[in-house]
């Protein structure tokens, strides 16, 4: 089985690291080109210096990670410090990274793949706000119909928001980024908070990491422990959601999700429900479907996945 090409666009975050680590550690499915740090869970200079750490903790020196979009399109950056803490892996300590952030803009190296590879062989997976993907479309538009497929970490419907009321965070901070996105005729699936909420963590799950007795199960374990705070306070609930592994776990065995392909609009302009996915599940109106909006989990078959990848490294 030849492996499948992807890119992954990401603001590591603890959850983004975990899907950093289970793409890597899966090398006969998933071939990582490289990963494009955009802004948001934290600064650019820490997004991108995270990858690179994670990277190292994979012991995948060699990925070529790329510096992207410093800002959205058209607003001022949000951050997610008071989820992820101030520098976005905050938990166990991290030594900074060796290896090197490629010259070249992540913008530009998206472009540059997209030309290069064969029309339909690579995948985008965003698993932040979406500005780099956009950006890639808006100065290239002839790599739009190049892509295979985008899947993402994004939205919510029933769930309804966790930075607004009526908002998910990645769709939220650069809401035009998405629009763009969602309108581009691309295939695209969708990891929504009415997913990832049913990926909790529990003592259970959090101990088989760190029962690996590996750097990368501690690690893993050590994270999960610090974001868990949040999410345990807000929402009174056992464990904390592992977002953005969900799009890797996707790719690796689709079974494990279900959804609808319907239509998906992003709300630009209401001062109330900025960055809302207004996603027609019930069909309501002619919209034509956009994306794959999925909507469960089969949870244990996710978490026995992400161990056994994981226990690899």
């Not at 979009?69 to 166990?92: F, I, N, Q, W, Y």
């Not at 913008?107 to 500005?131: A, D, K, Q, S, W």
């Not at 309501?284 to 161990?307: C, K, Q």
Request: aromatic letters at 6%.
């Amino acid at each position: 089985m030849t492996a499948r090409k992807i890119i992954i666009d990401t603001d590591p975050g603890q959850d983004d690291a975990v899907a950093i680590l289970l793409a890597l550690a899966s090398p006969e499915e998933l071939d990582v080109l490289g990963i494009t740090a955009v802004a948001g869970n934290v600064p650019l200079p820490l997004t991108h210096k995270n990858a690179r750490i994670v990277c190292e903790l994979a012991d995948k020196p060699d990925t070529l990670v790329f510096a992207g979009a410093e800002a959205p399109l058209t607003r001022k950056l949000v951050t997610a410090e008071h989820v992820h803490g101030k520098t976005g892996l905050d938990g166990p300590q991290m030594e900074d990274p060796v290896m090197p952030l490629q010259d070249t803009h992540a913008v530009v190296f998206i472009i540059e793949t997209l030309r290069r590879e064969p029309t339909g062989t690579v995948t985008l997976c965003p698993i932040g706000p979406l500005t780099n993907i956009a950006m890639a479309f808006q100065q290239a538009p002839d790599v739009v119909e190049r892509v295979q497929e985008i899947v993402l970490m994004g939205g919510a419907y029933f769930e309804v928001g966790n930075i607004t009321p009526t908002a998910e965070f990645n769709i939220y901070v650069d809401p035009e980024a998405a629009k763009i996105v969602f309108a581009s005729g691309v295939p695209i699936t969708v990891m929504p908070l009415d997913v990832t909420h049913k990926a909790l963590t529990n003592r259970a799950r959090v101990d088989a990491f760190r029962n690996m007795g590996t750097e990368v199960g501690t690690m893993v374990a050590e994270w999960t422990d610090f974001f868990e705070r949040f999410d345990k306070e807000k929402y009174g609930s056992e464990g904390a959601p592992l977002h953005d592994p969900c799009v890797i776990a996707y790719l690796l065995k689709p079974e494990l999700f279900s959804g609808r392909h319907v239509n998906i609009e992003v709300e630009i302009e209401s001062a109330l429900t900025l960055g809302m996915t207004v996603t027609d599940w019930w069909r309501v109106t002619d919209r034509p479907p956009n994306a794959m909006f999925m909507r469960d989990i089969d949870a244990n078959g996710f978490f026995e996945l992400l161990t056994e990848r994981l226990a690899r490294l």
